[in-house]
């Protein structure tokens, strides 16, 4: 059973363009969640979505981000227009169903370089 | 508001030595509680987890954490280091009632072992 996986590994992008971050989770899970690990950082929420639905955009800032998880197809993530403080690992996770205390399955992340 | 505090950035042991990195908690309920692994450029394995029943929880790779109420604490130790151990440690939390599904992240401990 092939783990979270997640595209591409490594992206650089320039200031003003876009990033599109993909996340097939793990077969079977209908829960993904991004998380953002700054430098030297440990990691932080950002959002969590249901197959079609976001449930908790919390911890996602107010522009330029957007997520969405189709009924078909992986999550993604985007980012508009980045900037250098964008640069940073983005991690997703999965869970089968949600519930407090179950194991989120972390995939290996996608690291942002912002020239 | 949940918190995590990891006390100690980096830690470096001896290979053979205990091995203990601490984690403190501040959330007005229990929460459950999680370690995960984070090796270089790769993404998050869980370690172990407390989310009810017995305290002293069993992990892989040897590792095993208490869970103290008085003291808000899940601090988590092996007997003896392996120099395969070397790797950034996590603590988390997640709350145990409503809907809020997201991870809370310590700042991680960076654990180095020498011969």
């Known amino acids: 059973n092939a783990g979270v996986m997640q595209n591409p590994r490594h992206l650089v992008r320039r200031r003003g363009q876009e990033a599109r971050l993909r996340c097939s989770p793990m077969k079977g899970h209908s829960h993904v969640y991004w998380y953002r690990q700054l430098p030297e950082e440990g990691l932080k929420f950002m959002v969590y979505?249901?197959?079609?639905?976001?449930?908790?955009e919390s911890g996602m800032p107010k522009e330029r981000f957007s997520a969405e998880f189709p009924k078909e197809g992986p999550s993604i993530l985007r980012i508009q227009q980045v900037v250098r403080g964008d640069s940073a690992a983005y991690f997703c996770a999965s869970s089968l169903f949600g519930d407090k205390g179950e194991t989120q399955y972390f995939g290996p992340g996608t690291r942002l370089l912002v020239l | 508001a949940q918190s995590v505090t990891q006390l100690g950035s980096h830690v470096s042991v001896s290979e053979g030595a205990l091995v203990l990195l601490r984690c403190n908690y501040s959330?007005?309920?229990?929460?459950?509680l999680f370690w995960y692994v984070q090796y270089p450029n790769q993404g998050l394995q869980l370690l172990l987890k407390?989310?009810?029943?017995?305290?002293l929880v069993k992990g892989i790779n040897g590792f095993e954490a208490e869970f103290k109420k008085s003291e808000t604490s899940f601090h988590l130790t092996k007997p003896s280091a392996h120099m395969s151990d070397a790797a950034e440690y996590f603590c988390?939390?997640?709350?145990?009632?409503?809907?809020?599904?997201?991870?809370?992240f310590g700042t991680g401990t960076r654990l180095q072992v020498t011969l």
């Open positions: 959330s007005s309920v229990p929460p459950y």
């Open positions: 979505l249901q197959k079609e639905n976001i449930i908790d």
């Open positions: 988390a939390v997640r709350k145990t009632t409503g809907t809020a599904s997201k991870l809370t």
């Open positions: 407390y989310t009810t029943g017995a305290t």
